[in-house]
């Protein structure tokens, strides 16, 4: 068990810090007083330094309703998320798992609009820039009692559904529910010959129909575990001074089903698949 503040700061501040440092003690656990949870790597070592001789790994790293200090937007939150999961794996164990529980909203997860969305804390998008998948999101009971609000011993409010958010390294074997997977989007657009004619890949009507665009980019585009779907197609009619020409304009979507998908990596599987 780790915490921000040094042991004296922790003691003054909050009432059952003493009691609650020997129970963990006791347990045969060691409670560590002054450690920074966006820096971890300073205190147990790099994952990516492999002459580390101090290397810590952890099968499971926690972090309890992270908060900025003091009356914070959603930008230092945001910043607090991502820099803890930066830190994180790089002691991870390789089937290690990082868990976050996040008040009812700040996930994003839950989102049913773009507005909730943005207003969120986007948890998993700054996880999949670190190479973790969100795996799996499930209701939390803090069986303990809550504090540090703003930075002094008093209780602060979950919401009327707290969530434990669980991240994993891709192993190709975990999938996430689809209600959690996150994705990116982008448009295709593609000119439609004058003739019907059938090309050597697939036919005009498999094209129009988005069924050729959808497995040309599953097959040729995206590492295995992203799931690429093509759930809207429209038929553009541009009266042009040569005559009448047609798009056909493709809505394409990146699924994190078992692999981390990033705004950055959607823009290069674009760009494979209108070279393709």
């Not at 450690?35 to 205190?43: K, P, R, W």
């Not at 798992?97 to 909730?116: F, R, W, Y």
């Not at 004619?197 to 988005?210: E, F, N, R, T, Y």
């Not at 799931?227 to 047609?246: C, K, M, T, Y």
Request: one cysteine or more.
């Amino acid at each position: 068990a780790t915490v921000l503040e040094d042991e004296d700061t922790h003691n003054q501040v909050y009432q059952y810090s003493k009691s609650n440092t020997d129970i963990i003690a006791s347990s045969g656990q060691k409670p560590m007083f002054g450690v920074d949870a966006t820096n971890l790597s300073a205190y147990f070592g790099d994952l990516n330094n492999k002459d580390d001789e101090e290397l810590t790994l952890f099968d499971r790293i926690q972090f309890n309703f992270p908060h900025w200090k003091g009356k914070a937007n959603n930008k230092y939150n945001r910043q607090l998320v991502n820099d803890f999961l930066e830190s994180a794996v790089t002691v991870l164990s390789p089937r290690g798992e990082i868990h976050v529980a996040l008040c009812d909203g700040q996930g994003g997860c839950s989102a049913a609009t773009l507005q909730e969305w943005k207003g969120s804390w986007t948890a998993s998008m700054w996880a999949a820039e670190h190479g973790l998948l969100l795996a799996r999101v499930i209701p939390y009971d803090a069986q303990y009692r809550l504090s540090s609000h703003r930075g002094v011993d008093r209780p602060f409010k979950l919401g009327k559904s707290p969530k434990l958010h669980v991240f994993v390294k891709p192993d190709g074997v975990i999938k996430a529910p689809t209600e959690f997977q996150l994705c990116c989007r982008h448009e295709l657009h593609i000119v439609i010959p004058d003739d019907d004619g059938v090309s050597a890949v697939c036919s005009l009507d498999q094209i129009l129909a988005g069924d050729a665009i959808e497995s040309i980019i599953q097959s040729n585009c995206v590492p295995e575990g992203v799931r690429v779907e093509v759930p809207a197609r429209q038929i553009l009619e541009i009266h042009e001074s040569h005559g009448l020409s047609r798009i056909a304009v493709f809505l394409v979507v990146y699924c994190s089903e078992s692999y981390p998908v990033t705004r950055e990596m959607a823009d290069q599987w674009r760009e494979m698949v209108e070279c393709e």
